[in-house]
């Protein structure tokens, strides 16, 4: 089992900047990919952003493509997530996950294991 947590959230205007982190802990020998996604109220839980454990190849939902940089630092077991020009409509909780496969382009819940307790972003107009 992996266990995850992240934190960087906070409020921030329309236009600003956050960094998320998220530290892995346990088996992370078991970890090929970590993404993020986020869950606005009453709406599902949506893909961020992920990137492979080996080889850092990284992809993006369109809507946060050229916003957000996701990066890993596998010696210290972590995943950022850099985020840029914020809009309120990326307001939400996100959540670090990690996956035991690898596959460019898998972004459903389902690929993805292991999930932290979530980090919440408010983006005020």
């Known amino acids: 089992q992996v266990q995850l947590v992240e934190s960087g959230g906070g409020l921030v205007q329309a236009g600003g900047s956050l960094r998320l982190s998220c530290a892995a802990s346990?088996?992370?020998?078991?970890?090929?990919?970590m993404g993020w996604f986020r869950q606005a109220p009453g709406k599902e839980r949506e893909f961020v952003a992920a990137?492979?454990?080996?080889?850092?190849?990284?992809y993006y939902a369109d809507s946060v493509e050229d916003r957000f940089t996701i990066s890993r630092d596998n010696a210290k077991n972590m995943v950022y997530l850099q985020m840029n020009s914020l809009k309120p409509e990326d307001t939400a909780v996100y959540y670090c996950?990690?996956?035991?496969?690898?596959?460019?382009?898998?972004?459903?819940?389902?690929?993805?294991?292991?999930w932290g307790q979530g980090t919440q972003v408010t983006v005020s107009s």
């Open positions: 996950a990690t996956s035991r496969s690898y596959r460019p382009g898998m972004e459903s819940v389902s690929d993805f294991t292991s």
């Open positions: 346990g088996r992370t020998f078991s970890i090929y990919a």
């Open positions: 990137i492979s454990w080996v080889g850092g190849s990284a």
